[in-house]
């Protein structure tokens, strides 16, 4: 026979909800089969043992809550078409089952209105997640349902992030562990220089991710709010007067703004012909303040997820909500930095340069930022008006998507990036400056010479892999050919050790 949809997507079909992310597609067929489809999603056929006990909206919502991705934005458009009573009769036929629990409090919890249910609910707290599944938050007992509500956020902003075979093992690598084996390997001195050169650098490369240039004073501003990172109580950092003080901080003072957006902006960019090309509309203005709430409650209801986790929710929470027409891209990457200094994962003084390594990785950051905004472009509907501004005009089938997003790629993006960049970027700058000192000290010996220009041969030696270039030899006409040739030979035996 056929496969029939189950799950996610019958309901999908049975409420004509379209465009709707499902990254576990489940169908019921003759036998069990699992593919990885071509967007990455799992689709799975059951064999006719595991089909829905009803060919109905309840049963295929048991059958998405045992076998499917959680999808909270989908299970809201479900939701607000399912009939209350057919909810009300499931529950009446077990009002003490673990599911019929599940999806009375998700119910409750994703549409604010409380069911009106006249038979008692008994039995032992079940956990709303399962943890094998799932990053949980910390838990708040519901008594109503008997639930251990252990989702990482509040009905106002809410991820899920899912624990694919990737993320584990990503989470499970000791970023500690390998901090701590630099640190070992080379002195407090080097390690302390090395810090001042990368905060410097960070800022820098996260102004560079937005094709920007900032003024000398505005990178000094930078860096010392990147030094505040994890100092301020989170709901001070997170506070709408204190973003703007940021905002302003680091944008050029034209586009400053006295606070969260009042009106509907997107990214996008204009083609040759002068058209508008739109990659993300972001929420509506009237969703920004309750999001902003519920990102900062999500910190808390996150507290002891791992640090890295934590750091993607924040950061790529901030950067999809986007309070600010401008300089939303440099807040998102300063709350990586305050979430992990926050969290312990880098101590105070010490910063980890992810922006450095995005840069010179942009396709892997526009690909995890596109992971999020593609679905919603196709399924948000907007008008533009005479005078260029854009309106949402479906706000009710696309909040959800705003509130419950799913930051699995984003999770695993952010702990692949912390990793190499730590393997990477900071074990090359202190590479580079306990071999640069020990340069510096052979090659003073060969001439001695002012430190300035002995520091410009160094720099044109380094950036050209240790052969001197001609086209600089001419700056440094008191330099004979051979003591060239000696400069390279010193350099190339000291990093190649």
Same mark, same amino acid.
């Given at each position: 026979?056929?496969?029939?949809?189950?799950?996610?997507?019958w309901?999908?079909?049975?409420?004509?909800?379209?465009?709707?992310?499902?990254?576990?597609?489940?169908?019921?067929?003759?036998?069990?089969?699992?593919?990885?489809?071509h967007?990455?999603?799992?689709?799975?056929?059951?064999?006719?043992?595991?089909a829905?006990?009803?060919?109905?909206?309840?049963?295929?919502?048991?059958?998405?809550?045992?076998?499917?991705?959680l999808? /909270?934005?989908? !299970?809201? @458009?479900?939701?607000?078409k399912l &009939?209350? %009573?057919? =909810?009300? $009769?499931?529950?009446?036929?077990?009002?003490?089952?673990?599911?019929?629990?599940?999806?009375?409090?998700?119910?409750?919890?994703?549409?604010?209105?409380?069911?009106?249910i006249?038979?008692?609910?008994?039995?032992?707290?079940?956990?709303?997640?399962?943890?094998?599944?799932?990053?949980?938050?910390k838990?708040?007992?519901?008594?109503?349902?008997r639930?251990?509500?252990?989702?990482?956020?509040?009905?106002?902003?809410?991820?899920?992030?899912?624990?694919?075979?990737a /993320?584990?093992? !990503?989470? @499970?690598?000791?970023i500690?562990? &390998?901090? %701590?084996? =630099?640190? $070992?390997d080379?002195?407090?001195?080097?390690?302390?220089?090395?810090?001042q050169?990368?905060?410097?650098?960070?800022?820098?490369?996260?102004?560079?991710?937005?094709?920007?240039k900032?003024?000398?004073?505005?990178?000094?501003?930078?860096?010392?709010?990147?030094y505040?990172?994890?100092?301020?109580?989170f709901?001070?950092?997170m506070?709408?007067?204190?973003l703007?003080?940021?905002?302003?901080?680091?944008?050029?003072?034209?586009y400053?703004?006295?606070?969260?957006?009042?009106?509907?902006?997107?990214?996008?960019?204009?083609?040759?012909r002068?058209?508008?090309?739109?990659?993300?509309?972001?929420?509506?203005?009237?969703?920004?303040g309750?999001l902003?709430?519920?990102?900062?409650?999500?910190e808390?209801?996150?507290?002891?997820?791992?640090?890295?986790?934590?750091?993607?929710?924040?950061?790529?929470?901030?950067?999809?909500?986007?309070?600010?027409l401008?300089?939303n891209?440099?807040?998102?990457?300063f709350?990586?930095?305050?979430?992990?200094?926050?969290?312990?994962?880098?101590?105070?003084?010490?910063?980890?340069?992810?922006s450095?390594?995005?840069?010179?990785?942009?396709?892997?950051?526009?690909?995890?930022?596109?992971?999020?905004?593609?679905?919603?472009?196709?399924?948000?509907?907007?008008?533009i008006?005479?005078?260029?501004d854009?309106?949402?005009?479906?706000?009710?089938?696309?909040?959800?998507?705003?509130?419950?997003p799913?930051?699995?790629?984003?999770?695993?993006?952010?702990?692949k990036?912390i990793?190499?960049t730590?393997?990477?970027d900071?074990?090359?700058?202190?590479?580079?400056?306990?071999?640069?000192?020990e340069?510096?000290?052979?090659?003073?010996?060969?001439?001695?010479?002012?430190?300035?220009r002995?520091?410009?041969?160094?720099?044109?030696?380094?950036?050209?892999?240790?052969?001197?270039?001609?086209?600089?030899?001419?700056?440094?006409?008191?330099?004979?050919?051979?003591?060239?040739?000696?400069i390279e030979?010193?350099?190339?035996e000291?990093f190649?050790?």
């Amino acid at each position: 026979m056929a496969s029939q949809k189950a799950g996610s997507l019958w309901l999908a079909a049975n409420f004509e909800l379209t465009n709707y992310r499902i990254t576990h597609r489940s169908y019921i067929g003759t036998r069990d089969k699992i593919e990885l489809a071509h967007d990455s999603s799992i689709e799975q056929t059951y064999g006719p043992k595991y089909a829905p006990k009803t060919d109905t909206a309840m049963g295929h919502l048991e059958f998405m809550l045992k076998y499917d991705d959680l999808n /909270l934005d989908l !299970l809201a @458009a479900v939701f607000r078409k399912l &009939e209350e %009573q057919e =909810l009300l $009769n499931y529950i009446y036929e077990s009002p003490s089952g673990r599911y019929s629990r599940r999806i009375g409090y998700l119910y409750e919890w994703l549409t604010n209105r409380k069911l009106k249910i006249t038979h008692e609910v008994s039995g032992n707290y079940t956990d709303l997640l399962d943890t094998e599944r799932y990053l949980t938050g910390k838990i708040i007992k519901n008594a109503r349902w008997r639930i251990n509500d252990n989702l990482l956020g509040v009905p106002a902003f809410c991820p899920i992030i899912r624990k694919t075979q990737a /993320l584990k093992v !990503l989470l @499970a690598k000791d970023i500690r562990n &390998e901090i %701590q084996g =630099l640190k $070992n390997d080379y002195s407090p001195e080097i390690f302390q220089r090395a810090s001042q050169y990368l905060y410097r650098k960070e800022t820098r490369s996260s102004y560079e991710i937005e094709s920007e240039k900032p003024s000398p004073d505005r990178v000094d501003r930078f860096i010392t709010i990147l030094y505040q990172a994890g100092k301020q109580p989170f709901s001070d950092v997170m506070a709408e007067q204190n973003l703007t003080f940021l905002q302003n901080a680091i944008v050029d003072p034209r586009y400053a703004q006295p606070g969260f957006r009042d009106f509907q902006n997107y990214i996008g960019q204009t083609n040759y012909r002068g058209e508008e090309i739109y990659h993300y509309v972001c929420p509506p203005p009237n969703m920004v303040g309750s999001l902003m709430t519920g990102l900062t409650a999500t910190e808390e209801k996150t507290l002891g997820t791992p640090e890295v986790a934590r750091a993607a929710i924040i950061a790529f929470g901030f950067v999809f909500i986007h309070p600010f027409l401008d300089g939303n891209g440099r807040i998102h990457r300063f709350l990586i930095h305050d979430i992990l200094t926050r969290d312990g994962l880098a101590e105070q003084g010490l910063i980890i340069p992810v922006s450095a390594h995005m840069l010179q990785n942009m396709a892997a950051y526009d690909t995890v930022l596109e992971d999020y905004s593609k679905p919603l472009m196709q399924r948000v509907r907007f008008s533009i008006s005479a005078n260029g501004d854009l309106s949402i005009d479906n706000p009710d089938d696309v909040s959800p998507y705003f509130r419950y997003p799913d930051l699995t790629m984003q999770s695993e993006y952010l702990a692949k990036t912390i990793f190499s960049t730590i393997q990477e970027d900071l074990f090359e700058e202190l590479f580079f400056l306990e071999r640069y000192d020990e340069l510096k000290k052979e090659l003073q010996q060969l001439i001695d010479m002012p430190d300035k220009r002995l520091s410009d041969v160094i720099m044109y030696l380094h950036q050209n892999k240790g052969i001197f270039p001609n086209r600089r030899k001419k700056q440094f006409e008191e330099i004979t050919e051979p003591e060239f040739e000696a400069i390279e030979s010193i350099y190339s035996e000291i990093f190649s050790r």
